[in-house]
């Protein structure tokens, strides 16, 4: 390995994203590690950190012999000292469980469409489930919000501020998240049950998120199990983008004024997040035109259908 | 297949340990044999393509395209390809472009590799280059650990146990024993290779194809005919790391690659008699008849445990061959045009692949005198 001050500085930028929890995917012990580590044979695995990324790291064993499925958590360490006397560090995954985890099991696969508000992600759901309704359909989202004429049949489940709370402290929520408004309380949310009966049928799950509930969901069922697309506004640069979404917006009439103003503030942070959270989507379309949106979504439910 | 492209001529030299070759030497050896099996002459070759990824490594020596033009008398246009351990069939890949395309009619592609010059340890780092620098190496990852991390998963997912495992390298062995130009012609036990020194659990020395040098030349022509026809070129890519993975036990990228293959030879997995497969580790054998559709997920062992009607590394695959890794995907063909012409059988296919199948490639030949 080189290790030259420029790389070294860009990979320690790296290091506070690998300084998480994760789950043992595969491991190996490499009998002769590369010129400049130690000599000493090194037990390397790959992991599955908690916010669904995956990395390669040493494994810190404490004579504990490595499953699959076990927890291991992060700790820094001294990788190796360079000939120019450059002390590199890297981050290392310490087991610390001596029992074997229970292997969470596959549970099937959810759609999630992520995208700022006003890009159309309801409309592109309801017209997805309507033709492929044989294979997929849209979970219904529990929240606070107050029910409007425009809303789709099924759409919402809509509760009180006092029976959100009680179902998230149950544990019947799998996701939940409150957007910031300054016009009413809103929370969102999503019910096992309500995913576990859409499996039950044979069908794959749609789910609209943001970036709150797809974090939930890709921790709870885990990154494998999610098919992330991210629905962007059409335009070059965020400007254009986020003119696009006033347009819609402002078109639809679904929203006040003071709300679109709330709405256009949380886009601003949707639109950064697809740039800083790449690894949490599959895919990212442009809505630019409705027919092609469905249509690509088709192609990717057929696809899970078929694995 | 925009083009009748037919193979009219190939040479190699023997895979081994040549200390007394240079990487020129080695090509100069390959390209001979192969314009004197095609029976033209070095001034009908129009374009050469070199494959090769260690030069500047091992040898301190990059511009193989010229080295390679200047050992003929006419000095054609040439250039180099590198995609790790898939160098050779992206070489075919951009020959068969050039055929097609009629900037060429006749292209010499040579595959060329120089690896036992140098101690392990450079050629160990070298080699990691198919890795990916950022995410893979900074653990201390080694490509061997790369394959041990796919072979821990692969049989955590199936059950398959490390005896199974040792057939596949044992059968690649005995099937060396008759090829004059493997590195290593010798049979090897099921139990000598389970019985050998681990180098990334669960994988021991004798799951490794060798360090070799060596070179492989093929000559590809729209303009003169032949008994054996180019019927499918296919290279698809994937993420270089694993960490950028949904699956480690499958490769998207020979899965991909094998469909568009066989969409252009019009023929599926069934219609193949012979198969030349990358096993650079064992493996990565069971992984890879799995992706080309020969056995179902988890079942690639049984395609090792019997005879079957299809021959899977009939010349010693990469393990008994050597791995000299530009050369290999170049010297498939060669192997596949050879068991063609023995057995009179249709179809054979070769598949190539750099990394753990960042790069894939897959190239089919139809016998028309079957």
Redesign the interface.
């Known amino acids: 390995?080189h290790d030259f001050p420029p790389s070294a500085a860009r990979?320690a930028t790296?290091h506070r994203k690998m300084m998480q929890e994760g789950t043992i995917?595969?491991?190996?012990?490499?009998?002769?590690?590369?010129?400049g580590?130690p000599t000493e044979p090194?037990t390397?695995?790959?992991l599955e950190l908690s916010d669904g990324?995956?990395?390669?790291?040493?494994l810190v064993t404490n004579g504990i012999t490595p499953v699959?499925g076990q927890h291991v958590q992060p700790r820094m360490r001294l990788?190796r000292i360079t000939s120019e006397k450059l002390r590199i560090y890297?981050p290392a995954y310490e087991i610390t469980e001596q029992k074997p985890v229970e292997q969470k099991v596959f549970p099937g696969y959810i759609l999630a469409l992520t995208g700022p508000s006003g890009v159309g992600k309801s409309t592109v759901t309801a017209r997805l489930t309507r033709s492929v309704g044989r294979f997929a359909a849209p979970v219904p989202i529990v929240t606070t919000r107050k029910a409007k004429d425009t809303d789709e049949k099924g759409e919402y489940i809509h509760v009180s501020a006092e029976e959100f709370m009680d179902l998230k402290k149950s544990g019947a929520l799998v996701a939940a998240t409150d957007i910031p408004s300054k016009t009413e309380q809103r929370w969102y949310g999503y019910r096992a049950s309500d995913i576990a009966a859409i499996w039950a049928k044979g069908k794959i799950p749609v789910v609209i998120t943001e970036m709150g509930l797809l974090q939930e969901l890709s921790r709870h069922y885990g990154r494998?199990s999610i098919l992330s697309c991210g629905l962007l506004p059409p335009g070059r640069s965020k400007r254009t983008m986020l003119s696009a979404l006033l347009h819609r917006l402002r078109s639809r009439g679904r929203d006040t004024e003071e709300s679109i103003e709330d709405r256009m503030k949380n886009a601003e942070r949707d639109l950064a997040f697809f740039r800083d959270q790449k690894e949490l989507f599959d895919h990212l379309l442009v809505n630019e035109d409705l027919d092609t949106v469905v249509n690509s979504l088709k192609g990717h439910v057929m696809e899970l259908v078929k694995a | 297949m925009n083009a009748d492209i037919f193979l009219i001529g190939a040479g190699q030299t023997r895979f081994g340990e040549w200390w007394d070759k240079s990487l020129r030497t080695l090509m100069d050896e390959a390209i001979s044999a192969a314009i004197t099996d095609a029976g033209v002459t070095a001034l009908d070759i129009d374009f050469v393509v070199v494959a090769n990824m260690l030069g500047e490594a091992t040898c301190d020596q990059a511009h193989l395209g010229s080295m390679a033009a200047s050992l003929l008398p006419h000095r054609p246009p040439a250039l180099r390809t590198e995609a790790a351990c898939a160098s050779g069939a992206v070489a075919l890949h951009a020959a068969t472009a050039l055929l097609e395309s009629g900037r060429a009619e006749t292209v010499l592609v040579v595959g060329v590799e120089k690896m036992t010059d140098v101690p392990?340890?450079?050629v160990?780092?070298a080699l990691?280059g198919a890795a990916d620098?950022?995410?893979?190496?900074?653990?201390?990852?080694?490509f061997?650990?790369v394959f041990?991390?796919?072979?821990?998963?692969y049989m955590?997912e199936y059950g398959l146990t490390r005896e199974k495992l040792n057939i596949v390298s044992s059968r690649h062995h005995v099937n060396a024993v008759s090829n004059p130009n493997a590195q290593f012609r010798m049979a090897i036990s099921p139990e000598a290779v389970g019985a050998s020194?681990?180098?990334?659990?669960?994988?021991r020395l004798l799951d490794c194809s060798p360090v070799s040098d060596g070179a492989a030349a093929l000559i590809l022509s729209t303009k003169k005919e032949s008994d054996t026809r180019l019927a499918a070129s296919a290279i698809s890519t994937d993420a270089v790391s694993?960490?950028?993975r949904?699956t480690?036990t499958s490769f998207a990228a020979s899965r991909t690659a094998a469909m568009q293959a066989f969409a252009e030879a019009s023929i599926g997995p069934r219609d193949l008699s012979h198969v030349e497969l990358h096993d650079c580790f064992s493996i990565a054998a069971l992984v890879s008849v799995e992706d080309l559709g020969l056995a179902d997920p988890g079942m690639g062992i049984h395609l090792y445990e019997s005879e079957d009607h299809l021959t899977v590394n009939a010349s010693g695959g990469l393990k008994a061959c050597g791995h000299p890794v530009a050369a290999t995907g170049v010297k498939q063909l060669i192997d596949i045009r050879k068991q063609l012409r023995q057995s009179k059988k249709q179809w054979g296919l070769a598949h190539n692949f750099g990394g753990a199948a960042a790069t894939a490639g897959i190239h089919i030949l139809e016998n028309l005198h079957a």
């Open positions: 390995m990979r790296e995917l595969s491991f190996t012990v490499v009998h002769h590690p590369p010129e580590f090194r390397i695995a790959l990324t995956r990395v390669t790291g040493l699959i990788s890297e494998r | 392990n340890d450079l160990a780092a990691m620098a950022e995410r893979d190496a900074p653990s201390g990852l080694t061997p650990g041990g991390l796919v072979a821990t998963r955590h020194p681990l180098v990334a659990d669960p994988l694993l960490t950028e949904q480690i």
